[in-house]
């Protein structure tokens, strides 16, 4: 019987605190639609599609890949992404360059973002600083799954 | 014939009151638990994109229900597996019926209790009805012929049963203070003072028997604290074969069910549309003032009165729903028998010798 009372107790507390909640929530509800601005808002809700939050400096987004300055890519084709892709997402085929310096380029460089887990670890693997995830592009959603496979040319832009 | 008339009118009236608040309760049960956990809760559904904190969502989702494939599998009992759902919304939707709403008023010479069905067993009319309602829950487990289902609908006439005895054994000091089971007169009787200033409501006559009833009715809703029919992290409950519109009705039935449990809760223990120090002429408080008020605002005053008490039980309800986690099986079983049970019987013990007194 004691214990029961303690648990009573208890019970008290924890809808004592809900109910803090609601209320401290509603004030700051109703106060901020009658168009008084409070530091505090009443919901930590970020409403998505029209407020955006900030990325942060080091997130990783959609992939790019980096150009020369003569507009070629910087990819050499070395294959390192490929190696390291944990999901085995990105499919090469590299072609000779002329150019003695550079010596190999990517004919077909795709990234199938169906698989990709968007570890960033081919920005880490590349030794030319050429594939980088820094695009702030996050909502990638298509409606078919080819729209979602991404080559040379929508990775160049 | 003019009698049939205002009776329909009334029940119409009624039906109309308890489906609305019904819809508009899942929005609010939506939107409270949202604010209760720093969240803003459903908001997006618009006409023509005009979206007020949401208010159109009970009708997204009553149509989204509708135009769901009523799916029945073939292993289930095709007639008994529809019946079920109907059969429990029916027995919570008929309960409204004993229901007081307010006062009775008098228009051309005839007077109209706000009431449907104002028999002398109210009361136990209401209960009967509750615990009806089981019915629904067994027959869709069975009907079902899916083990959880049937395991969830166990459940759920076992907790019932267990719980029907502590609510009904709440009750009679109650109906032992006011010598009644005619749900108007109950509420008649908290209209009385107690030592000239104070309401006799229910719930300081009966403070004990108040909280024994609320833990019952509780466990009656079949909502989180003692969800054990529903479980919806082990077995889904007794409407894991449902869909559609009829899994909708039971949705509904729990709902009305808040209703319900807040509208008894009102009438047995709050005063029910009294309003402290409202009589028929108007105010009159105990320090000696009066405020004479007409007959159709004393009556508007009672209906707010009631309606205000029920959003505040159904708002109690849907805080503690969003509070505590579930009971074990087992400590439900104690909750039930050991305490509840035991402690309803001292409170009529305890009642009887303060009346003979
Ligand atoms: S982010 Fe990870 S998974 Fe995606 S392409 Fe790069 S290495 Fe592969
Ligand atoms: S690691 Fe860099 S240079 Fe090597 S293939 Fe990948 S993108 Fe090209």
């Not at chain 2, 309760?25 to 969240?39: F, G, M, N, P, Y």
């Amino acid at each position: 019987m004691l214990k029961a009372l303690g648990y009573f107790i208890e019970l008290l507390k924890g809808t004592g605190i809900t109910a803090r909640h609601f209320v401290v929530n509603m004030w700051f509800h109703t106060v901020n639609l009658v168009g008084i601005k409070t530091k505090r808002k009443g919901a930590v809700t970020i409403q998505y599609p029209e407020q955006k939050k900030e990325l942060a400096a080091r997130h990783r987004s959609l992939h790019r890949l980096m150009k020369r300055e003569d507009g070629k890519p910087r990819c050499v084709a070395c294959m390192l992404c490929a190696t390291v892709c944990p999901a085995e997402c990105i499919y090469i085929e590299a072609a000779e360059d002329p150019d003695l310096e550079i010596q190999k380029y990517p004919s077909i460089f795709v990234i199938d973002l169906k698989r990709c887990c968007f570890c960033g670890f081919c920005v880490e693997a590349c030794p030319e600083d050429a594939i980088r995830m820094d695009t702030a592009k996050i909502d990638l959603a298509q409606t078919t799954p080819e729209d979602l496979v991404f080559g040379l040319d929508k990775l160049l832009k | 014939m003019t009698d049939i008339g205002i009776l329909l009118i009334k029940i119409v009236l009624a039906l109309v009151w308890f489906l609305v608040l019904t819809l508009y309760l899942t929005w609010a049960e939506r939107k409270e638990s949202a604010v209760i956990q720093d969240r803003i809760g459903a908001n997006r559904a618009s006409i023509f994109g005009i979206r007020i904190l949401g208010l159109f969502q009970p009708f997204a989702d009553a149509i989204k229900m509708i135009f769901k494939e009523d799916f029945v599998p073939v292993f289930s009992r095709k007639f008994l597996h529809t019946l079920a759902p109907f059969l429990s919304f029916f027995f919570v939707a008929i309960t409204i019926a004993a229901i007081p709403f307010g006062d009775d008023i008098r228009i051309a010479g005839k007077t109209i209790s706000l009431q449907i069905f104002d028999a002398n067993i109210g009361l136990l009319f209401v209960l009967a009805m509750l615990s009806l309602g089981i019915y629904g829950i067994i027959l869709s487990g069975w009907a079902s012929n899916n083990r959880f289902a049937l395991l969830g609908s166990i459940r759920g006439a076992a907790q019932l049963i267990s719980y029907e005895v502590a609510l009904g054994l709440s009750l009679v000091g109650l109906i032992m203070v006011y010598p009644s089971l005619r749900l108007s007169e109950i509420v008649r009787a908290q209209g009385s003072l107690l030592l000239g200033f104070f309401p006799a409501w229910g719930v300081f006559l009966q403070p004990l028997g108040f909280i024994i009833f609320l833990f019952a009715a509780l466990a009656e809703t079949k909502r989180v604290p003692f969800d054990l029919p529903e479980g919806e992290s082990e077995i889904i409950g007794f409407f894991a074969e449902y869909g559609g519109l009829k899994w909708g009705l039971f949705m509904m039935t729990d709902f009305m069910e808040i209703i319900i449990v807040s509208a008894l809760l009102t009438t047995l223990f709050f005063g029910g549309w009294q309003v402290p120090w409202l009589s028929t002429a108007g105010f009159e408080f105990p320090w000696g003032w009066k405020w004479h008020l007409g007959p159709w605002l004393v009556t508007a005053l009672e209906v707010a009165a009631f309606n205000i008490k029920v959003f505040i039980f159904c708002w109690l309800q849907i805080l503690i729903r969003w509070t505590y986690p579930r009971l074990r099986y087992d400590q439900l079983m104690d909750l039930g028998w050991k305490l509840l049970v035991p402690l309803s019987l001292l409170n009529i013990l305890g009642t009887a010798i303060v009346m003979s007194l």
